[in-house]
Every structure is written in structure tokens, then in C-alpha cells.
């Protein structure tokens, strides 16, 4: 049995670390409360403009011409894995690494496969078996659209120069703070979606200026929209796996604390039990 002195300095250890990660617990669930309500106000813009660019281009006669909806053979793939700067938040950052990992063994094995990171964690372990086509560990720094609107600006410039035939985000999407859904979301190029069975309904529109012509005004700032609120999931994802981290931190921190404090006592108890043996051991070698 370790002595008091050990127990007294392994109590005192894991107090601390308690007292650390229910104050990250508390850090996270400010930003996560504030992180929340900007994807869940974003959402519904983003994905009605999807549906709209998606529904315009269903319904546009001749083939559109441009180099954002234009398909390929499928030879160079370019993966954006988004994760976060910082660890301490379960498997958070793992599970973007192993998602990426399989989709590069799995399902693009036969072709030239690169990453984009965004958020130092991934970076750090894709680099070291991935080519890197650019990585950005300032983004979640300051979390804004217009430094969003650079990174899909330079990757939409790849893609229409033919560096890449398709563009994948590999993200955590934010359900609950105790659930993230890791998402393969195709980006680049931009398909028309053609689901027999949910055909919208077809309505007279009356188009100024010219359906083709809105479609290529609003390609490029839906994929800047697309690429933001992936951002912003990730975000909230990020917090929300941290809080629920350190939750679980500093239960198991509590649960060990009062198992240590059971064992000093017991310790403790057994100590003077042996003292006041001793005394009147002592006393009764006196007596006789």
C-alpha cells in the first residue's frame, strides 16, 4: 500500500487536473453555445441555395458551359480535410485522418490523390504519408467568410485548370454536442442532381437576365457558401467533442480522486489503529 505522503501528492494531482478540464468543459461550452447558433442560422440559406442551383441547372436545356459543372476522368482527386488546431477533444481530429485515409486506400486507389488540410491537427499526420497541396493552421483563428472565400477561391482556380478532376470536404458535421457525423461531401464539379422519384415541380419562371447567365453568378458563391458552413460545422463539432472530452475528463478525475481519498483513509485509519496498538502494547510492558 503506497504511504500517506505518495497518496496525499496523487490526490492533490488529480484535484488539479479536475479542476482543469471542468474549466476547458466550461471554455467549450460558451464557444459551443455561440458556434451552434451560427450554423443552425446558416443551414437553411445554404442548403436552399444548393437546392436552387440544383433545380436551375436541371432544368437548363443546352449543357451549361462552365468549368465548375464540368466532368472529367477521374485521375487527380483532391481531398480538404478540415480539423482543428488543437487536441483534447476525443476523436474528433482521428476520425477526419482515418476518413481521408480510406478514401484515399479505398475508394480513389487508382488515382493521384492529394490533401488540402485546414486546422494544424490533421496536417500534422497527413503530411507524413500525403502529399499536401496546401495547408492552412490561421483559418479557425479568425473564422470569418471572406478568409473562407480565399481557401474555395483557390481551389475552385484548381479545378478549372485541370490540376484536379474532383474537389472532396472531409468534415465533422455538428448534430448535438455529443454527436459529430464525419462527412465525404462532394464540392467540386458541381452536378445537377436528377432524382426521378422527387422531380420539383416545373413552374413557369420568367428568368432576367438569362438562366444560364444567373447559374454562372451564383456557382461560385454557392461552393463559397458550401465551403464556409463546413467550416462552421467543424467549428461547432470541434467544441461540442471537446466539452463532452472534458465532461468525461473530469468524471473519471472525480472517480479516481474519491477512489484515492477511500485509500488514504483506509491508510490512514490503519495507521493510527497500529499506533495506539503500540501504546498500549508499550503501556502494558510498563505495567508487568
Known sequence: MA?????RSRIS?????????SAMKMVSAAKLSKAQDAIVAMRPYAEKLTELIQGLSSTVEDDLSSALTEERELKNILLVAISSNRGLAGAFNSNIVKKVKH???DVYKDQNVEVLTLGKKANDILKKSMKVYHHDTEIFNDLSFNNS???????????????????VLVYNKFKNAATQIVEAEDFLPLVAKSNEEEKPQQLDYIFEPEQEEILRELMPKSLNIQLFKALRDSFASEHGARMTAMHKATENAQELRDGLK???NK???AAITNEIL????GAEALED
Open 3 to 7: 504511504n500517506l505522503k505518495e497518496l
Open 13 to 21: 494531482s488529480v484535484s488539479s487536473t479536475m479542476q482543469i478540464t
Open 103 to 105: 478514401l484515399e486506400t
Open 149 to 167: 472565400v480565399e481557401i474555395s477561391t483557390k481551389i475552385m482556380e484548381a479545378f478549372e485548370n485541370k490540376k484536379f478532376d474532383k474537389v
Open 262 to 264: 477511500l485509500t488514504y
Open 267 to 269: 491508510a490512514r485509519q
Open 278 to 281: 503500540e501504546i498500549v502494547a
